[in-house]
């Protein structure tokens, strides 16, 4: 019943930059905590970066000054805007969301699919 789709992925070369979207649909009636996760195989799902409905960040600290999280809470959406991208940066970028569906209950954690960066040196 919710969907989070991310988008923005794909090929840059290294110092270049890319913009994840991730746009949450379905039967929502709020949206907490969104958030940024990476992957490369082999290895866990690592924090990149969150933000609070109201808007207050965290960030991993080797991104810090490189890359910079927001959202619309009108779109439910979550952008990840990333730059100066080393070929380290190179994972599957998964989207969270914290989301209430229904009155009584918490919010669950949703994911999506995941977008390919891959940071060429």
């Known amino acids: 019943q919710v969907q989070l789709v991310e988008s923005g992925g794909g090929l840059v070369q290294a110092g270049g930059s890319l913009r994840l979207s991730c746009a949450a649909s379905g039967s929502i009636l709020s949206i907490n905590d969104m958030g940024w996760y990476r992957q490369t195989p082999g290895k866990q799902r690592d924090v990149v970066a969150t933000?609070?409905?109201?808007?207050?960040?965290n960030y991993a600290d080797s991104m810090k000054g490189r890359f910079t999280i927001s959202r619309d809470n009108a779109k439910n959406t979550v952008y990840l805007q990333m730059n100066s991208l080393k070929p380290e940066d190179t994972a599957v970028y998964y989207c969270?969301?914290?989301?209430?569906?229904?009155?009584?209950?918490?919010?669950?954690?949703?994911w999506g699919r995941g977008t390919q960066v891959t940071v060429s040196s």
């Open positions: 969270n969301a914290k989301i209430l569906t229904s009155y009584g209950s918490p919010f669950y954690d949703y």
């Open positions: 933000i609070t409905r109201g808007s207050s960040t």
